[in-house]
């Protein structure tokens, strides 16, 4: 490993390669256990387990001669993900590893071909031909799948894309099966095949759907223009690389017990499905320990700021609904705890007039009924009064409990009454807003 490589959390923690490792941990031309194999070894506890650090930073090192991506940082997540793969039964989660790029010619398919030497059970797979396909291959047991030209296999075009995304969907995590009839003589049985497996993807900028994205990991690879790396000739690799996967089998096999028991902190803000996506990664470089539980936080803190910047640039669509919540959020006036329909649509309609106004895809400004309908059907959020005759509108004390769990929320603190004081009706001449707002043209 090169200083021009090296991470920075890694600088004075890099190893000689099998130093500290035991004898059972060298190298040897024998085959990763089976998913299923018992449990050897390594004790619940929580001080890192011998040779994982050397492990990742070697498994780190050999992508790093093969493959050029986009931040030094990628290599760690390819290093993580290999590793994981063995014991992702005792991660309990998988998370699924999109190897992306701009253009064809940037490694995708190497980086399979190393995959499939490194992680355990592997399948490499051109194409999805079936659904089905997938269900039978779990039968026995987690196995890797490394599918390439995945923008072609989840083509909404491509027949039988909406099952396989399913699959896919659901797979991440321990349990998770699909039902299949399955004939034994003249009958059909209902059989429930398990879907569970690491799973990575390959494809140039694939148009994943955004249930599949925020269960992936994203590493972008670029071409070698300045031929910086080694090339993939396996005529003279395929050894070594089956020593270090063998490596990777004794050292998984020989943690498993650690790695279920595990439950390393993760940065915050990683909630919910983020956490669900880096905590196996997380089991496994705590175990590891060294430098890779920082460079864990690390990744998954990038992860977390390219969603952001993902919603920010269109790219990942957010729900109606949950926008919907945003903007009223956003727009909502200061600490008043009430505001009416009426002027909900109109706020609505003036500020974002490509998702509520004229430009909005319906052609024409959000109703009453459709913004009453959203809310109570995500939200179970209902209009109100302020008294009997009065205009509806919503309460912001109604609203503030899902705005707090979708992570949006008012500026500025709610009162206890509107803007006169004792009444909290509106200023207007003709008291049609419920409360007064600065907005209001009748009190202008």
């Known amino acids: 490993m090169t200083a021009e490589t090296m991470p920075e959390w890694m600088i004075g923690l890099e190893e000689p390669p099998g130093e500290d490792l035991p004898p059972e941990f060298a190298p040897a031309p024998v085959a990763p256990p089976a998913p299923d194999a018992p449990v050897t070894g390594g004790g619940a506890g929580s001080e890192p387990a011998p040779g994982g650090r050397a492990l990742l930073n070697d498994v780190r090192d050999w992508f790093g001669r093969f493959v050029r991506t986009m931040t030094p940082s990628d290599l760690d997540l390819l290093a993580l993900w290999a590793v994981h793969s063995h014991v992702a039964t005792e991660c309990y989660t998988t998370p699924r590893l999109q190897l992306d790029s701009p253009m064809p010619g940037s490694g995708k398919s190497t980086v399979l071909d190393h995959l499939s030497r490194l992680c355990v059970n592997p399948v490499q797979m051109a194409s999805v031909s079936s659904p089905a396909l997938l269900g039978r291959m779990f039968i026995n047991g ?20 909406p099952d396989i995304v399913a699959i896919l969907n659901s797979g991440y995590r321990v349990g998770a099966s699909r039902p299949v009839l399955v004939q034994t003589g003249k009958d059909w049985d209902m059989v429930e095949m398990s879907t569970f497996g690491p799973v990575a993807m390959a494809g140039n900028s694939p148009a994943l759907p955004d249930d599949t994205r925020s269960r992936c990991i994203r590493v972008v690879l670029l071409p070698d223009l300045e031929g910086v790396i080694e090339d993939s000739d396996w005529e003279l690799i395929e050894e070594e690389a089956e020593a270090l996967g063998a490596r990777i089998a004794a050292w998984a096999n020989s943690v498993r017990l650690q790695i279920r028991a595990a439950r390393p902190d993760l940065p915050s803000g990683i909630i919910g499905r983020n956490k669900e996506k880096w905590r196996p990664l997380a089991r ?31 790219l990942a669509k957010e729900a109606p609904a949950v926008a919907l919540l945003r903007h009223i959020a956003e727009q909502w006036p200061g600490d008043a705890p009430f505001a009416t329909t009426s002027q909900l649509m109109e706020d609505l309609a ?95």
Not at 146 to 161: F, H, V
């Open 350 to 444: 003036r500020n974002y007039p490509d998702q509520w106004g004229l430009s909005s895809p319906f052609g024409k400004p959000i109703t009453a009924q459709r913004l009453g309908r959203m809310l109570a059907q995500a939200f179970k959020v209902h209009s109100t009064r302020l008294r009997k005759d009065g205009p509806r509108g919503y309460a912001l004390a109604t609203l503030s409990p899902a705005m707090r769990r979708m992570g949006v929320g008012v500026t500025g603190e709610t009162g206890a009454t509107g803007g006169t004081g004792a009444t909290g009706t509106c200023n207007c001449s003709d008291a049609v807003h419920g409360i007064h707002r600065p907005t209001c043209r009748a009190a202008s």
């Open 142 to 161: 987690p196995r890797t799948l490394l599918i390439d030209e995945i923008d072609r296999s989840l083509d909404p075009k491509s027949p039988g894309a």
């Open 284 to 314: 496994v470089a705590h175990v590891a320990g060294g430098g890779w539980p920082a460079a864990v936080e690390e990744l998954a803190l990038r992860d977390l700021e390219e969603q952001k910047r993902d919603r920010e640039d269109g």
